[in-house]
């Protein structure tokens, strides 16, 4: 389709394994944004990429979380020595030139649910 | 620093019934303001949008006011459907700011 796709929708996981999610986003779109929905909160900011600018990582909560976007496109967040408070839906966005060019409409994925036992 | 506050759901009402979700939020300067709805199954989409004092915005019935005096952004829909059971949020960007704050989310069930 022509929707952010992302990959795996569900991932269970036990404590201190590393995890992989992936975000493909819509074809053409410059910004990729990662978020995380944890039961009760709002949507927190994790990273942002715009183009080849540097990322803004202001809102990695620690330094077991990384993301990297490869040639501009997929991009993959990466959780190292997964917590039980890690667990959450990890949401990527994508838009074509990042919410300040265009007045803040970003195109979601579906998730990826992540569960740490 | 920034930040959405959203009534806090679920909220359940019956068909045709008339809809407020609650939204305030603070920020620096004069932030532009979102409504975003996410259905079942599906990713978070913009639903309406307003980016200065007194704007409104409006799609599929619903309106939203952005009130500078008030810090407000309330939800507002005449006569609910069924299909517009979803999870609503509330979120702004100040400025030129990259990226965007939400609130926690105020899901609506809708019945027959």
């Known amino acids: 389709g022509a929707g952010v796709s992302q990959s795996p929708s569900n991932k269970v996981t036990e404590k201190g394994k590393d995890v992989e999610l992936r975000c493909d986003p819509i074809s053409g779109h410059t910004a990729l944004y990662w978020y995380r929905q944890s039961l009760g909160q709002g949507l927190e900011f994790l990273i942002y990429f715009q183009g080849n600018s540097a990322p803004d990582k202001s809102g990695l909560p620690s330094d077991r979380f990384s993301a990297e976007r490869t040639g501009g496109s997929v991009s993959t967040l990466t959780i190292q020595r997964t917590q039980q408070e890690d667990s959450a839906v990890y949401l990527c966005?994508?838009?074509?030139?990042?919410?300040?060019?265009?007045?803040?409409?970003?195109?979601f994925g579906e998730g990826s649910r992540l569960t740490v036992l | 620093g920034n930040s959405v506050t959203q009534m806090e759901g679920p909220v359940t009402l019956s068909e045709e019934a008339f809809l407020t979700i609650n939204c305030t939020y603070t920020a620096t300067g004069y932030p532009s303001l979102f409504w975003y709805v996410q259905y079942p199954g599906e990713g978070l989409q913009l639903l309406l949008k307003?980016?200065?004092?007194?704007d409104k915005g409006s799609n599929k019935g619903f309106e939203a006011t952005y009130r500078k005096e008030t810090t407000s952004f309330h939800l507002e829909k005449g006569s609910v459907q069924v299909s517009d059971s979803a999870v609503y949020f509330c979120?702004?960007?100040?400025?030129?700011?990259?990226?965007?704050?939400f609130g926690t989310g105020t899901r609506l069930q809708v019945t027959l």
């Open positions: 979120a702004l960007k100040p400025g030129t700011a990259s990226k965007l704050t």
């Open positions: 307003a980016t200065k004092a007194d």
């Open positions: 966005a994508s838009s074509p030139r990042g919410v300040a060019g265009n007045a803040g409409e970003l195109f």
